[in-house]
């Protein structure tokens, strides 16, 4: 019985001591712009055929790798890329990316960060003014550099674009990138819980 109430408490300490670590950590960074490019495709992600199939490309990045380069700008890299296709589920790119955006002939770059351009299109010539100003919906005509986009590692598997249609992109200032899984607990949170269940142990071993 002693034993089973003492774990009871070091329970009920580490639940109070996780909500306590949890409400003062730091915010994660968040992301100061994210991008969307959807349509219709036709490739292979693992090794599984899709034709037609809706894609919805989402793109995080922020300010600190943000450069305007006179003909163009860019994120580079960006801070996460994941891409959702059909009922194959949601893939996230495994390797470094950016986007871009030239001004001169107002293309669209998303590509690898040290490598080639994947996925490129040209959007109308008062869509975008830039990639930091928000801009609704734009249609993406004339899309290149498919070519390239062969066997991208992601989460499910390599990926791979043959074609695609019907694309739309659109970009949103100030909204941050999802979290994908839990922040690890620093070493003061280890030694905050080790001090709070430090004094119910000690109470414990008297007791008994």
Known sequence: MIFASFVSRI?????IASIAI???APAAQAASANFAISGTGSGTLDGKAFSDTEFLIELFGDDSNYSNYGRGE????LDKAQVTIGSLGTAIF?????????FG????????????????FFVDSTAVSSLKDDFVPQVGTKVFALNQFNNIATSL??????????????????????????????????????????PIALRMRRKS
């Open 157 to 198: 598997g390599a990926l791979s674009f043959d074609t695609s249609g019907d694309v739309l992109f659109s970009g949103n200032a100030g909204v941050p990138a999802p979290q994908t899984s839990a922040v690890p607990l620093p070493m003061s949170g280890m030694m905050l819980l080790g001090g709070l269940a430090a």
């Open 105 to 120: 002939n107002n293309a669209v770059f998303f590509g690898q960060a040290t490598g080639g351009d994947l996925f490129d």
């Open 74 to 77: 860019n994120f580079n890299p």
């Open 11 to 15: 329970a009920k300490t580490v639940a």
């Open 22 to 24: 949890a409400a003062v």
């Open 94 to 102: 495994e390797i470094e990316t950016r986007i871009g955006y030239n």
